[in-house]
């Protein structure tokens, strides 16, 4: 499983329903296992975005549908970085051709 890193921001729609995130945040969770992806964590940040999110999908593909699917509610808008971990990083060093 690829691991991602979702960062995110309530648009002024979100703000306005804002004590119904806890329950959207079960429903992206509930979508992301139908999808055969998981939801690891979710923070809440304070700074230059509102939360973010560590999931593991199986590919981008996936990872691409989740993004869609959640961000067409319109509560929200993120960014998405494909993360590696140590390993992974070591491996892909440890690869290349010079």
């Given at each position: 499983?690829?691991?991602?890193?979702?960062?995110?921001?309530?648009?002024?729609?979100?703000?306005?329903?804002?004590?119904?995130?806890?329950?959207?945040?079960?429903?992206?969770?509930?979508?992301?296992?139908?999808?055969?992806?998981?939801?690891?964590?979710?923070y809440l940040l304070?700074?230059?975005?509102?939360?973010?999110?560590?999931?593991?999908?199986?590919?981008?593909?996936?990872?691409?549908?989740?993004?869609?699917?959640?961000?067409?509610?319109?509560?929200?808008?993120?960014?998405?970085?494909?993360?590696?971990?140590?390993?992974?990083?070591?491996?892909?060093?440890?690869?290349?051709?010079?």
């Amino acid at each position: 499983m690829a691991t991602y890193i979702m960062f995110g921001n309530y648009t002024q729609q979100g703000m306005d329903k804002i004590k119904a995130a806890p329950t959207r945040i079960d429903t992206a969770r509930e979508v992301m296992y139908k999808l055969g992806a998981e939801l690891k964590q979710w923070y809440l940040l304070m700074g230059q975005y509102d939360f973010a999110l560590i999931v593991e999908a199986p590919d981008d593909e996936t990872m691409a549908k989740l993004v869609l699917a959640i961000g067409s509610h319109g509560n929200i808008r993120t960014q998405t970085a494909r993360a590696f971990t140590e390993e992974e990083f070591r491996q892909l060093v440890t690869d290349l051709p010079y």
